[in-house]
């Protein structure tokens, strides 16, 4: 039987519009409104170009909308029209008060549950999206519920999505996660959730569990990913010191099956709005409940971070005699990964401040980000956005690569290296270019987790 529902998304970003696209899609008879309190970008999904690039997302999106997908500014319409509500709203790290730096931000979410409470004349399935500390939903469902003649079930469903394969992590999951009470209602309202993803999602990946559980694997994946991150980062440091082979490191340790061979790329560092943020919420609670040893452990794969981002740049700025003044560098990429053009905790934004303050000229390239580079560093002075990677590099003493876009791979290093004032330097923050290779024509090669390659 067709699944009929009438969804709302409340917040229409990274996560709320694929989300929703993706479940418009496979439940062609329910209807979902995406509503979000910033005119441009709900105008940005009812236009050609998107607010949000993600492969595979413009063709569904077309598909879809004004079918069964709309996108409005109307939330409380959509808080009363609708009987399953979700909320995909951003929960940064807090910058001010208690737990300012770590905790996260809930002031998004605790506006929503008071409207949702003013508005609603009818019992309502509130399921979050966003990525909340734990118990969240006990607190949400205090607000919505004391005292109120309509019943508010709050169910957790966090989102497992990577930018830049939304669409696929989304039509194709490891597996949806729903956390509800073990009550009659909670589990009634579980069951509503399960019908939408089992519409396109086999029931053996939709994993259910009480609500805290649910809030906590959340903040606890993200923790492990980064931590893969940070871990061969680590490594990458140790064999540049001993003539080691990162990636060769890497291969065989990933190996052994209980390792496993993803999330083992040595890196610039992580970027991206949730690792960071995530974690300290994770080591905030820790903190919370006093277990201060677990929340230095987690800490720790922060701080492994910043690490490799500072020494990427400090390598940088050391490799050329240790002045960077005056000097042309060009940055390949400045999104926090391939496909995306998120910039948001970059690896890129560091090291292109650092190298600014040092006073050089920077020429930065992307495929996709370079407008919200700009936006973000704000158009200074002596840095120029080209986005023609031959057009960038000329006369440049140095290109860094920030970014694994595949085109970097497969540029001439030769005509590049010919346009480039000598000696030439190549910085592989990502590891996707023929270190070797580029040696041979020419380049003095520093890549994460390898020997340099200088020519004496
Ligand atoms: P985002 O900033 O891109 O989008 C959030 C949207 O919510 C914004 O458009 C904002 O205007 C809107 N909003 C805020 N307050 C509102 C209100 N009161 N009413 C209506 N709209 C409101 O954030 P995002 O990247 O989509 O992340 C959303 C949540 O999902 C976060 O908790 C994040 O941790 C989590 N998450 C993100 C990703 C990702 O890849 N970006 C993946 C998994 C989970
Ligand atoms: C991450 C998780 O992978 C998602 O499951 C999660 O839903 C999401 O966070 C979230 O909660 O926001 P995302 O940040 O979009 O997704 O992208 P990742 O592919 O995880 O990459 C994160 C960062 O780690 C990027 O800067 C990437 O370049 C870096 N990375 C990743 C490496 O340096 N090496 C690797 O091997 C893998």
Not at 75 to 102: C, H, L, R, S
Not at 136 to 156: K, P, Q, R, Y
Not at 197 to 213: E, G, H, L, M
Not at 292 to 305: G, K, L, Q, S
């Amino acid at each position: 039987m067709a699944l009929q529902k009438k969804i709302a998304c409340i917040g229409a970003g990274y996560v709320g519009g694929p989300t929703m696209s993706v479940i418009a899609k496979q439940c062609p008879d329910s209807i979902i409104t995406v509503v979000d309190i910033n005119q441009e970008r709900i105008d940005a999904w009812n236009s050609d170009t998107l607010p949000v690039y993600e492969p595979g997302l413009d063709e569904i999106v077309k598909a879809v909308r004004g079918k069964n997908l709309f996108f409005s500014t109307e939330v409380e319409k959509a808080i009363v029209e609708n009987d399953i509500i979700f909320i995909a709203v951003n929960t940064p790290t807090k910058d001010y008060g208690v737990g300012k730096n770590m905790a996260a931000d809930l002031q998004h979410w605790e506006v929503i549950a008071r409207q949702i409470r003013k508005v609603a004349k009818s019992d309502k399935i509130i399921i979050e999206k966003s990525t909340l500390p734990v118990k969240t939903a006990e607190a949400m469902e205090t607000i919505l519920n004391t005292g109120s003649t309509i019943h508010f079930e709050v169910l957790s469903n966090p989102e497992f999505l990577a930018e830049g394969s939304a669409i696929r992590d989304l039509l194709e999951p490891d597996r949806v996660l729903i956390g509800s009470r073990e009550t009659t209602s909670g589990q009634r309202a579980r069951d509503e959730v399960v019908k939408i993803y089992n519409a396109w999602v086999p029931k053996d990946r939709i994993i259910t569990t009480n609500t805290f559980s649910s809030e906590l694997s959340k903040l606890v994946s993200n923790t492990f990913l980064a931590q893969r991150v940070s871990s061969i980062n680590a490594i990458s440091a140790v064999c540049e010191a001993t003539g080691a082979d990162v990636q060769e490191v890497a291969k065989a340790v990933g190996a052994d099956s209980r390792i496993g061979n993803k999330f083992l790329n040595a890196s610039v560092g992580f970027g991206g709005s949730c690792f960071r943020k995530d974690i300290l919420n994770l080591v905030y609670i820790c903190r919370m409940h006093h277990l201060h040893e677990i929340a230095t452990y987690f800490e720790n794969v922060i701080n492994m971070n910043n690490y490799q981002q500072q020494r990427f740049v400090d390598n940088v700025i050391r490799s050329m005699f240790n002045t960077v003044a005056g000097r042309k560098i060009c940055m390949f990429g400045c999104a926090f990964k391939a496909n995306t053009d998120d910039i948001r905790d970059t690896p890129a934004l560091l090291v292109a401040r650092t190298l600014m303050s040092e006073k050089a000229n920077l020429v930065i390239s992307d495929p996709k980000a370079m407008e919200n580079m700009k936006a973000e560093l704000g158009n200074p002075k002596h840095v120029l956005f080209v986005e023609d990677p031959y057009e960038a590099a000329n006369d440049c003493h140095a290109i860094l690569i920030l970014t694994e876009w595949e085109l970097y791979a497969k540029l001439d290093y030769q005509k590049l290296f010919n346009s480039m004032i000598k000696p030439a330097y190549l910085f592989d923050g990502r590891n996707i270019i023929n270190p070797k290779a580029c040696y041979e024509i020419g380049f003095n090669v520093y890549s994460i987790g390898k020997e340099a390659l200088i020519h004496r």
